[in-house]
């Protein structure tokens, strides 16, 4: 089964407007963290937003907030006011467990976000 | 914030060679990096735990004599791909997280290597 679930492979949106990226995941571990990453088409790793499975209120980093749903086991990105630098592809992330530093992530298949002027 | 560096960034060589990544943790220390692989358009796939001072943890069905990796200090780790064939073509990316970082830190990510092998 995938961990991590992006069922939306690509997405467009009009400038200044928000847009939803959804994620889903899959985990048995009480503990674990959620990421959301942007990647522009040069190819580097940015870091947008950090989820904890124990924080109790939704993370949010300037434009980016995280919808998270741990019932339902969703971490959806909201971009808020959408710019063109934003189009690039997005990947939700989870590592599962405690935090020791020696987890690699599992990541979704991805998302690329077009942002149209 | 922490940096990653990789190098090179681009590799072009031909089937039969071998080629070696570098990845370094600039300002900090990192006991366990982790080096990826993503095919065009895809995902990005774990290949390998690199730990310091012992051996690489190997993702299934990923090949330790074909991608060896060496983490021989705390700042260091290389993938060597070894007698490159042109299906080794991809983009490699490490990370990293510092030892004793808070938990809402994420991994630190290299900028990546296009590796194309003619």
């Known amino acids: 089964a995938q961990k991590i679930t992006q069922t939306q492979p690509g997405m467009f949106v009009q400038e200044k407007e928000a847009v939803t990226l959804d994620c889903t995941y899959d985990?048995?571990?009480?503990?674990?963290?959620l990421f959301w990453y942007k990647q522009p088409s040069s190819g580097e790793m940015i870091f947008l937003i950090y989820?904890?499975?124990?924080?109790?209120q939704n993370a949010t980093e300037g434009r980016y907030s995280l919808n998270f749903q741990k019932a339902r086991k969703s971490a959806n990105l909201v971009i808020s006011a959408s710019q063109l630098g934003d189009s690039a592809m997005y990947f939700c992330?989870?590592?599962?467990?405690?935090?020791?530093?020696?987890?690699?992530?599992?990541f979704g298949s991805g998302t690329r976000l077009q942002v149209q002027p | 914030g922490a940096v990653v560096s990789q190098h090179p960034s681009w590799v072009i060589c031909k089937s039969g060679t071998s080629v070696k990544i570098e990845c370094r943790s600039l300002?900090?220390?990192?006991?366990?990096m982790f080096w990826y692989r993503q095919f065009p358009k895809q995902s990005l796939m774990l290949m390998a735990t690199?730990?310091?001072?012992?051996?690489?943890?190997?993702e299934q069905g990923v090949e330790k004599d074909k991608f060896l990796i060496n983490h021989a200090s705390l700042t260091l780790s290389t993938l060597t791909v070894t007698s490159a064939h042109p299906e080794d073509s991809s983009f490699y990316i490490c990370?990293?997280?510092?030892?004793?970082?808070?938990?809402?830190?994420?991994?630190?990510f290299g900028d990546g290597t296009r590796l194309s092998i003619l």
């Open positions: 300002d900090f220390q990192a006991t366990t």
């Open positions: 989820q904890g499975s124990y924080d109790q």
């Open positions: 990370s990293a997280r510092a030892s004793g970082e808070g938990r809402n830190q994420p991994q630190h």
């Open positions: 690199s730990n310091e001072g012992s051996k690489a943890t190997y």
């Open positions: 992330a989870m590592r599962e467990g405690r935090d020791t530093g020696r987890r690699a992530l599992t």
């Open positions: 985990t048995s571990d009480p503990s674990y963290g």
